[in-house]
C-alpha cells in the first residue's frame, strides 16, 4: 500500500431522488479530466445503478470480489475519461448489510490498488442507513446534494445530525441540485445553514449549485454520462466548477487519507469498535 494519500469523497443525500448518483459519476468524471486517477464506487451495494447511468454491462461485481469468484482488478470497468468504476450488485439483498468478515475482505481487495488513484468517489445508498453511515463516516469529505423540496432538507439535516452527534463529523459540504435560479441554490443552502447553526455545531461549506437542465434527463436515457452526453451545458459547466472546488480541497496527510484506513473505519464500524 503506497503512504501517498488518497482523496476520499462520499457524494450523499439523506433522500432519494436528489441526483446523488448523477452527480457522483460526472464529479469522477470532471476529476479525471483534471488528471487525476480516479475510481467511481457504487456503494448502493444492493441496488445497483452506476453501471445503468454509464450503460456498462459489469460480467463481476463487488459481491464477486466478496464471494472470492474475482478480484478487484478484473471487476473495475472502463468508464468515461479514464474513470475505473466499481460496480455493486443489483438485487442481491444481503449486500446491504455486510458482516465484519466481508468488511475485511473488501479492505484487503481495495489494497491492491490503493497506489494507482488519487481519488476515490462513492455514491451512498439514499437514507441513513447503518452502510451509509459507515460510507459518510470514513470519508475524508462528504458532499451533501439537496433539492429544493422540504423532504430533501429535512432527510439531509437528519443525517448532517447523526454525523455530528453520533460520530462528531463537523464538517459538510454542499450542492443544490436542480435549481431554476443561482439564487434558489444559495436560498436552499442558506435553509439548511440556519437549522444546523440552531442546534448542531458544524461547519457547512456551499459547493455551488446545479441548474435544471433537460439535457441530464436526455443523458440519462442515452445511458451516457451528462459531461460525455453534452460537455457544453449549464448543469455540465455547473459540475465542472464543482469538480474544480473539490480538486482544490486539501488532501489529510494523515491516514484519513488512506484507502486502507477508510475501509478499516468501515470494519471497527462492523465490530462495533467505534
Do not use: W
Amino acid at each position: 500500500m503506497s503512504s501517498r494519500p488518497v482523496k476520499v469523497i462520499a457524494v450523499t443525500g439523506g433522500k432519494g431522488g436528489v441526483g446523488k448518483t448523477n452527480l457522483s459519476v460526472n464529479l469522477a468524471i470532471g476529476l479525471a479530466q483534471l488528471r487525476r486517477r480516479v475510481v467511481l464506487m457504487d456503494a448502493d451495494l444492493g441496488l445497483a445503478n452506476v453501471d445503468v447511468l454509464l450503460g456498462l454491462t459489469p460480467t463481476h461485481t463487488i459481491a464477486d470480489v466478496l464471494s472470492g469468484e474475482a478480484n478487484l482488478r478484473s471487476v473495475l470497468l472502463n468508464g468515461p475519461a479514464g474513470v475505473k468504476v466499481v460496480p455493486a450488485s443489483s438485487g442481491v439483498q444481503q449486500m446491504a448489510s455486510l458482516s465484519a468478515q466481508e468488511h475485511a475482505a473488501i479492505i484487503h481487495a481495495f489494497s491492491d490498488i490503493g497506489d494507482q488513484l488519487d481519488a476515490l468517489v462513492i455514491d451512498t445508498a439514499a437514507g441513513i442507513s447503518e452502510l451509509v453511515v459507515s460510507f459518510v463516516r470514513a470519508a475524508q469529505e462528504i458532499v451533501l446534494v439537496v433539492c429544493d423540496e422540504p423532504s430533501s432538507i429535512t432527510d439531509a439535516y437528519a443525517l448532517i445530525k447523526v454525523m455530528n452527534k453520533q460520530y462528531g463529523v463537523e464538517r459538510f459540504r454542499v450542492v443544490a441540485n436542480m435549481t431554476r435560479t443561482n439564487q434558489e441554490g444559495i436560498n436552499l443552502f442558506n435553509k439548511l445553514t440556519a437549522v444546523c447553526d440552531r442546534f448542531l455545531d458544524v461547519t457547512l461549506q456551499f459547493l455551488g449549485p446545479i441548474p435544471f437542465d433537460e439535457n441530464v434527463r436526455k443523458a440519462i436515457q442515452k445511458r451516457k454520462a451528462l459531461l460525455e452526453y453534452a460537455p457544453r451545458c449549464r448543469a455540465a459547466q455547473a459540475i465542472n466548477a464543482i469538480a474544480k472546488k473539490v480538486d482544490q480541497l486539501p488532501v489529510s496527510q494523515t491516514a484519513r487519507g488512506h484507502l486502507e484506513f477508510f475501509f478499516e473505519r468501515l470494519l471497527a464500524t462492523a465490530n462495533g469498535d467505534l
